[in-house]
């Protein structure tokens, strides 16, 4: 029989620079864990090919966007690549309350935001590609973008690299099953934190007094 304790969902943060393969990253972990539920953002740029509105992105216009943030209606908001993006505050605290983890793909300044707002639900990761050529490589072979949003994207690369210090852990992007099964590893062990199970003093009480 498994013993269900109660515990308190965490908020797991993935960053990279664009072609990192973060979002491939997050697409793997909820396919591979029921209980991660992902954050779907709020942005101002236009959609590209084959994205789907609330699936991908909430797309809305710069009216709509200021609207919810002068609402208080996200968690944290930033600019990126000339475009507002913003996470959505009701949905990321209802799945918390029901236990669930919440895998954000946000930037550096998002993630700054995030952990001065709740510091200990926040665990950070930062994917790195294996190389410069390699970056360069998936962000053409991506195809959803023109020359030019490619140019801009490898030109802003050094600017996201140079946050990878203030991440909690990192991980090489070389290869895919190996970067979700170490992304996996580190949500397991942030899972088993002791601060992260507050049924656990009531589950030992009921182990001591042998029930
Ligand atoms: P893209 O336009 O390629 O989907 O995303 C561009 C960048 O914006 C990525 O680094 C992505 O992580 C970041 N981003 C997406 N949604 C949000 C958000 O809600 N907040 C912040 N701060 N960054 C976001």
Do not use: C
């Not at 609402?71 to 908001?77: I, Q």
């Not at 236990?99 to 950070?124: A, M, N, P």
């Amino acid at each position: 029989m498994s013993v269900a304790i109660k515990r308190r969902g965490l908020m797991l943060v993935l960053s990279s620079p664009s072609g990192a393969g973060k979002t491939t990253l997050s697409r793997r972990l909820l396919e591979s864990d029921a209980n991660v539920t992902i954050s779907v953002s709020a942005t101002t740029r236009p959609k590209r090919p084959g994205e789907v509105e609330g699936h991908d992105y909430l797309f809305v216009s710069d009216d709509e966007f200021r609207a919810m943030a002068d609402a208080g209606g996200f968690l944290e908001h930033a600019s990126v690549f000339g475009h507002r993006y913003g996470t959505p505050k009701q949905p990321v605290l209802e799945a918390l309350t029901a236990g669930r983890d919440v895998l954000f793909d946000i930037d550096w300044q998002g993630t700054q935001q995030l952990r001065q707002q709740v510091r200990e639900d926040v665990v950070t990761i930062f994917v790195l590609p294996p190389s410069r050529v390699e970056l360069e490589r998936r962000l053409h072979t991506r195809a959803q973008d023109s020359e030019e949003v490619v140019r801009r994207r490898m030109a802003k690369a050094n600017d996201e690299l140079s946050h990878w210090a203030e991440y909690d852990y990192i991980i090489v992007n070389e290869n895919l099953a190996r970067a979700h099964a170490q992304v996996e590893t580190i949500l397991e062990a942030e899972r088993l934190k002791r601060s992260r199970q507050p049924g656990i003093p009531a589950f030992v009480e009921t182990l001591m007094r042998g029930g």
